[in-house]
Each structure stands twice: as C-alpha cells, then as structure tokens.
C-alpha cells in the first residue's frame, strides 16, 4: 500500500515541517496537525474502500507491490502511477519521476510499526548550515566538499534503531597496593601494604540506542549519541512525509551483542571507579551478568551525506535532532603542501629575524 | 691610658709602613693596569700592545682580562695562584666581579684561565678548552701571541652571549630547521582533528537510581617493605664548573700544562 498525504484544500503533496512540527502544503499554505492529516487520509481510505471494496481490494494489493526481483521491490507511485523500484527496506522515499512523498506503509505496519519517533528538528537550509561551517573548519578539506552540487546530495533519513534497557551487575576482585617510604640514614625505605579488594557493583541502563539498519555504518550511528529521549512521540505515518524511511534490518536479538558489549564496558568502568585511594590496582577477577529487560523500535532522524572523493568513500551525518554532525574531514594533498610550507616560511622568517636581532 | 693608645696606634701604623714595601715587593697592583708580567715573557712593547688590546674590548664585554705570568708560584698550583691574584687585586668590571685572568705559570708550567662573577657562564668548560687548544700552540715560545689568542678568543665567547657562536646563516638555518619540525607537528594536529569522537558514556544511559554498591571489602593483607642505598645525585654535563679561592670567592677556569 502506497501512501502519500494530499491537501484537503488543492491536492498537492503534504510534507512534514520540521520548523512548524505540521504537515504543510508548499503551494496553497494549507497546513495540518499529524493527528488531522492522519484523520482525513483514514477516512479518504474508508471511502475508498466503501466504493470499490469488492472489485479492486485484491488488485490494489497485487497493483500497489507486486513481485520481486532479487532484493529489488516493485511498485507504482501513489500520485503518478509510474512503476518504480525499492529495495526491500525502504519504508519512505520519492517518487522519481513526479517527486511527491511515497511511504510505502506496509512495511512498517503490523510488528515492524516503530513504537516511537523523534521528529527532525533540522530543517535542510540548517542541516545545509552545519555541515558547510564544519567543512570550512578543516581548513585541509578539499573544495569541492563544501560545494552547492554537494550540500544539495543531503537527505533526511528516518534510521530504525532499537532502544534497550539492560541490568547490569558487575562482580569485580582486585589486588591493591599502599606504598609509604621513608629515608633512615643512608637507606630508602618503601613499605608496600597489600590489600584484597572486592566490589560488587550493579546499575540500570536505559535507552542504549543501537541502529537496525544494514546500510548505516554502526561507529557514525554511535558518535550520533546523544539523542534526546523527551522529545521522543508516538509514531505517525504522517511524519515520515517528505523524507526517506528505512526499515529494520537486524532484529533486537541481533543487535543484542553490541549493546550488551557497551554496557559490560560500562558497568565495569563504573565498578572500577569504585576502588580509589590505592597506589596500584590490578584487577584480578571479573564477573559481568546483563539481563535484558526491555528493547523498543523507534526511528531517529539523521541527515545524511554520501561523497566518492578520489575512489574513497566518505560518509557524513548530523543528527537530525541536536545538530551534532559526525564524519572525517577528507584531507586535500595540495593543501597540506600548501599549509606545509606556508606555515615553514611563516615561522622561519619570524623566528630568524627574532633569532638575528635579540642575539 | 691614654698614651698608651697611642703608642699602640703609632706601632700599627710603623708597622705598615715597614711591611708594605714586602707587600709591594711581591705584586705592583696598579688601576688600569692589565698585563702583570713577572716572568718577563713579554717585552716591553708587547706588554703595552696587550694591554691596550685588553682595555679596548673591557667596556663592551662589562668584564676585565687580565694576563699574568710568574716564575715562582710561591709554592701554590696555577688554579690557587691565579685565584688569589685576582681575589687580592680586587678584580672586576665596575663594581662587578667580572674578570677572566690567563696566567702563564713557569713555575708549574702550567697556564690556567681563571673567571669569576659573569664570565663563569660565559666561559663554560667546553670553551675553556677549546681556548687552551688554540693558546697552547704559542706556549711558552710566543707569550705574545698566546696572549693575542686568549683576548680575541675570551671577547668572542663573552660579548656572544651564553649561546654558541653562530653567524646569521647558522640562524636562519636552525630556525627553518626548528620550523620545519614545528609544521610537521601542526599539519599532524590538523590532519587528526578531523574526527569526530563519542560523547556518550556509562552516565548517559545510566537509570535515574545511579549505581548501587552491594559489596564492598578492603582487606588487609601484608606489608612487604624493600631497602635501597641512596645515590647521591651526579651534576649533569655542560656548563661550567667552579670551585672557592682561599678568600672564598666563587671561581671558574680550566688550564693546561706544557
């Protein structure tokens, strides 16, 4: 089922706005509510249905996506009718042909519907901002990475992540030492006292963001942390009008080892910061136990850049929220040769002539 | 009672006045004078030429040089004798102690460089024996010359500064040097500082409730104890050593014999 959401006053396509946190038409400036837009679309998927119920229920189904080639789905544009492919993760794109919002809702309905979304807060112009002032920052980053043509490759992705809480309890033994010394004519003292220490820590964690799609590498997802759970909302289709959407890929029990990596990392840093006031400490035994205790599908905005620079690929994202823009400013050859002996003549002549005239 | 303080007074005053030509006997100190050549190593228009030589750089190099031979050493080494010449003449610069003394020891044979207050630093070990390398090829044949030597050599180091002497082209040299080190380690910083680094950590995530200590055992267990002899700390190379002449002045200096 394909879905796009149409003005109620001229028909256009609606897209969310991330500013005024409403569906709004670029056209007439109709703007709509997520719960409205929501409303109207269910009760034009009433008539619809009250209409041709009997005859095209099974054809729309077969119509709206059907076969598939590979990882490749097929399926025709909700406002155009052109047939158009996706792979099998999509939940929200365009339309390539007309460009109106195609949210291909099964997909994300039934157990794979995210409980929860933060909405984007970074409109393109903001996102365009941040990452133009970053490039600028490197002042070894190539031209044409800060280029119009680049910054208009932007694109607002919804990224599935799972949000988990974890107990976790850490059982840690250490061997410690005190050491004093003191000078007895012409001798050195040092007395080393030993200790046996043992620690048992436990702690709640929750909310351990881990990203479930295949295509988003993990390291830049993590450095996207930290997302602002309060402003987390119910999910709504609507939202995801006017951007990109992915699906899960990996189930929580897939992603389950990565979390759980972290938080033993965690709890064993916490339970280490608990044995202090030692000169050494070595620990000599460590017992970790994690229990699962809860794992929710939501979607957080990301925007994301994807650039080929001299066959290498380099990927930027901001978080889509807060702002915070994650990537590795490529390195122009030229302008480290440039910098290079720039910053040698610089400082040679300050320093010769400094070195001249003082001494 | 009273004349006999004058009695007293008048026997101190005869006194000096018998012992001084002694004392004079042994060292002529005269102000401004800067050659003092008792072995007569020197002739008479050689003395002169140094000791104008001597007196035209003091001003600039705030400090006095001064050349002394001797054919009696009255039993003390070069170092002592060269000290206490200085110490007792009351030596220096202006109301500085600045001096360097070159004395050409027949006795001994020996020549010795002695300095005190500023030119300690100036002369360090190193220089004192590259100065004696140069001053030994003349001795004990051209004292002349020898002495020519140790003025240009002293005025060099001193009016240089405590850095080694370079021309302009030793500093340039060494500043692009310095510079080009000092880039490479800026381009590094800038090429590394590229990368965007996690914020997160354990407290980000951490419940509301913190952490919650169940178990905690510092037990004491033992005391091992180990014993080391102290070594008593050597100087690290460079700079200049010295040592107190009998008067307790700080002295520096080196010689060789011949």
């Known amino acids: ?359 | 009672m009273r004349k006999i303080k004058y009695i007293l007074l008048l026997i101190i005053v005869m006194q000096a006045i018998v012992m001084s030509p002694v004392l004079a006997a042994k060292v002529h100190y005269e102000e401004g004078k800067r050659v003092y050549d008792y072995a007569d190593l020197l002739t008479n228009s050689e003395e002169e030429r140094l000791e104008e030589y001597a007196l035209s750089i003091e001003d600039e190099a705030e400090t006095e040089f001064y050349i002394l031979t001797t054919d009696d050493a009255e039993g003390k080494s070069a170092m002592e004798f060269a000290d206490d010449f200085g110490d007792e003449g009351n030596f220096g610069y202006g109301s500085s102690e600045n001096y360097v003394l070159m004395l050409i020891d027949m006795d001994n044979r020996e020549v010795w460089i002695s300095t005190t207050g500023d030119a300690i630093d100036y002369l360090t070990d190193s220089r004192i024996d590259d100065m004696l390398d140069e001053i030994m090829e003349y001795v004990p044949d051209d004292c002349y010359k020898a002495g020519e030597t140790y003025l240009d050599e002293a005025y060099d180091y001193i009016c240089y500064g405590e850095d080694d002497g370079d021309t302009v082209f030793g500093i340039v040299l060494m500043c692009l040097f310095g510079s080009a080190v000092v880039s490479g380690i800026v381009l590094l910083v800038m090429v590394s500082g590229a990368k965007t680094k996690m914020t997160v950590g354990s407290a980000t995530y951490m419940g509301a409730g913190g952490i919650t200590i169940n178990q905690r055992e510092d037990i004491y267990t033992h005391t091992t104890t180990t014993k080391h002899r102290i070594e008593s700390s050597s100087s690290g190379g460079g700079g200049s050593s010295t040592h107190r002449s009998s008067s307790g002045r700080r002295h520096g200096g080196g010689g060789r014999k011949f």
């Open chain 1, 1 to 359: 089922m394909v879905k796009t959401y149409k003005c109620p006053g001229c028909g256009a396509d609606m897209k969310y706005d991330a500013e005024a946190k409403k569906l709004s038409c670029e056209y007439c400036e109709t703007s709509l509510t997520v719960d409205e837009a929501k409303a109207l679309e269910e009760t034009k998927q009433q008539e619809a249905d009250d209409k041709d119920s009997e005859e095209v229920v099974d054809e729309t189904n077969e119509a709206d996506s059907y076969g598939e080639a590979g990882d490749f789905i097929k399926y025709k544009c909700a406002t155009c009718g052109a047939e158009l492919m996706t792979d099998e993760h999509t939940a929200a794109t365009f339309c390539n042909y007309c460009g109106s919002p195609n949210l291909l809702s099964e997909r994300i309905e039934g157990e794979k519907t995210p409980a929860m979304l933060i909405p984007f807060k970074i409109t393109k112009e903001k996102a365009k901002e941040i990452y133009y002032t970053w490039c600028k920052k490197g002042a070894l980053t190539p031209g044409e990475f800060f280029s119009q043509s680049t910054l208009e490759k932007m694109s607002a992705i919804y990224v599935p992540f799972w949000l988990y809480d974890y107990g976790a309890n850490v059982k840690m033994r250490a061997h410690c030492t005190r050491v004093r010394s003191e000078v007895r004519g012409n001798y050195r003292y040092t007395h080393t006292s030993h200790y046996r220490v043992l620690r048992d820590v436990s702690a709640e964690y929750l909310k351990i963001p881990a990203d479930a799609s295949q295509k988003m590498p993990d390291d830049v997802m993590d450095k996207l942390e930290p997302f602002n759970y309060g402003e987390m909302t119910a999910f709504e289709m609507p939202y995801l009008s006017g951007y990109m959407a992915e699906k899960y890929n990996f189930t929580s029990e897939e992603m389950a080892k990565r979390v759980e990596a972290r938080v033993a990392g965690y709890i064993s840093q916490e339970g280490r910061s608990t044995i202090n006031g030692y000169s050494t400490v070595a620990v000599t035994a460590k017992n970790v136990w994690l229990a699962k205790r809860r794992a929710s599908y939501v979607m957080l905005p990301v925007w994301m850049l994807t650039y080929r620079y001299k066959g290498k690929e380099h990927i930027f994202a901001i978080n889509g929220q807060t702002g915070k823009l994650v990537g590795k400013r490529p390195i122009s050859a030229g302008k480290c040769l440039g910098w290079y002996f720039g910053m040698l003549g610089v400082f040679t002549l300050i320093s010769s002539l400094v070195g001249v005239f003082v001494l």
